[in-house]
């Protein structure tokens, strides 16, 4: 590693120490962590201040980053909350946020303003789970009716765009037919699967005792494991011509469900404290530090297409909460809809997909990012103001199982 680039990790590592202490100085505000991180990364980057940049070894460790926010958030979504209705209706309203982007998509291609609809559509079905979950667990939604829908929808805003991914947008960059990908997502499919039961279902009493009594050692024996099972599916993922991120995301899933009660969540706060604490911060700032901000700022019908995909966002992820009309008010849906159109991380592997591939230009990859950086920005703010403003009388505001132990409490 070159001096330079020292000095940058520095500069990364101040940002990641000092984002937080920014955050709690402008609480009215209520800025979202990942916005200070990636816009402090912009005006350090390349393109405005010119102190640091994003070389070899920082993007490697970037990447790290990205695998550890998808992993955790496999690891945290709770699939007995959200099971049933909520995750349903989401998968309900996912193929129609599909449906509306392929045309969305197609007209935007007709126009001649993108080159490859289907690359766009993809970016606008997504929904930003990893960047949401540390959002949602500070406010304490996670644990009411809403935050089950939210991470309901976040979910199915994840794994729908990964299948495209690897069905659709692997074979763009010469890497198989469609075909071949949907072959081999089904073979990882099967693999995951027998994970997620061997999780569920092989847990032999020394492994288990071994892992307990290794917990609080140097050892630190059930982070090795999952760091080694993240790892391992990642790479398997990348093998099999599949995008890591599904590696990742599955990863998160089997460690959740091998792990659980006391010792599950000692471990998610160790998990937590490697990602959060460390690889997740390089993510976002770094994706400030490759923001191209010139390309963005140069053309003309990039500055426009901007806040035309940040309301296509909120259109495309958030008409589909007309379904849950029965089970939240309209406040309730309306800053799910704002949560649902929140979109970043995805939304930057799929445009660096389609400027790989030569079908979408490098001014509009930077428009569709930005308008990701701008929906982080505002909109999850949005969302839990409205939910702030409207927590009192809403029916949807606790579970039942949440809820008397709250209105018990002397607080």
Request: with cysteine; proline share 5%.
């Amino acid at each position: 590693m070159s001096l330079q680039e020292l000095h940058s990790l520095l500069i990364i590592f101040v940002i990641s120490a000092l984002s937080p202490f920014l955050c709690e100085w402008v609480p009215r505000i209520r800025l979202p962590l990942v916005v200070l991180e990636i816009g402090l990364g912009v005006v350090v980057g390349p393109q405005i201040l010119g102190w640091a940049a994003a070389g070899p070894t920082i993007q490697v460790l970037s990447n790290f980053g990205l695998a550890f926010l998808f992993f955790l958030a496999g690891f945290e979504v709770d699939f007995a909350a959200i099971r049933g209705r909520p995750l349903i209706l989401a998968a309900l309203g996912w193929l129609v946020s599909f449906v509306v982007c392929l045309g969305v998509g197609l007209a935007l291609q007709g126009t001649g303003l993108v080159a490859s609809g289907l690359i766009v559509g993809a970016a606008l079905t997504t929904t930003a789970l990893g960047t949401l979950m540390p959002i949602l667990r500070d406010a304490k939604e996670l644990p009411t009716r809403f935050g089950a829908y939210a991470v309901a929808a976040g979910a199915m805003g994840e794994f729908g765009p990964i299948i495209l991914i690897a069905t659709l947008l692997s074979g763009s960059e010469g890497e198989g037919a469609h075909g071949g990908s949907l072959l081999l997502l089904v073979l990882f499919s099967a693999i995951i699967l027998a994970a997620v039961v061997a999780a569920l279902r092989v847990r032999p009493p020394s492994i288990v005792l071994m892992l307990r009594a290794k917990m609080h050692t140097s050892a630190q024996l059930p982070v090795r494991v999952a760091v080694l099972i993240l790892a391992g599916l990642v790479i398997m993922a990348r093998d099999l011509g599949l995008d890591a991120i599904l590696g990742a995301l599955a990863a998160g899933v089997v460690v959740s469900l091998a792990s659980s009660g006391e010792a599950g969540e000692t471990l998610r706060h160790k998990i937590e404290g490697i990602g959060f604490g460390f690889f997740v911060p390089i993510f976002f700032v770094t994706t400030g530090l490759r923001y191209d901000l010139t390309a963005l700022l140069s053309s003309q019908t990039a500055l426009i297409l901007l806040p035309v995909f940040l309301m296509l966002f909120l259109l495309v992820r958030g008409l589909p909460v007309i379904l849950i009309r029965q089970d939240l008010d309209g406040t309730a849906r309306m800053a799910l809809a704002l949560i649902s159109a929140t979109q970043l991380p995805l939304v930057v592997a799929i445009t660096e997909i389609g400027v790989r591939s030569g079908n979408l230009q490098t001014e509009i990859a930077a428009s569709l990012v930005g308008a990701g950086m701008v929906s982080v920005l505002i909109f999850p703010i949005a969302a839990l103001t409205l939910r702030r403003m409207h927590a009192g009388p809403s029916g949807d505001v606790l579970d039942p199982s949440h809820r008397d132990s709250s209105e018990s409490s002397p607080a």
